[in-house]
């Protein structure tokens, strides 16, 4: 049963590096761009980290809950990530 749960354990982790992967592509290649609670969204998905961003007044606990600094403006963008 431990053999089993090591190699769910492993292949768990190769899922996320395979996926952090594509997100560090897509980063890259790609302008990506959140409004309201999609930038909870971008926040739960590391894309945010040491970048501060704009929500909707709803979403803005959750948003700080998750580590990301909320602006009170319309716009921020930062490289080609943006939030409104």
Known sequence: MEDILQ?????????????????????AALLVAAQCSGT?????????????ACTDSTSKSWVEDAGVE??????????NVATV
């Open 7 to 27: 190699d769910v354990e492993g292949a768990a982790r190769n899922e996320r590096k395979r996926y952090s992967s594509l997100i560090s592509f897509l980063l």
């Open 40 to 52: 909870l969204v971008l926040a739960k998905l590391g894309l945010l980290k040491g970048m501060p």
């Open 70 to 79: 909320v602006l009170e403006q319309p716009f921020y963008a930062r490289g």
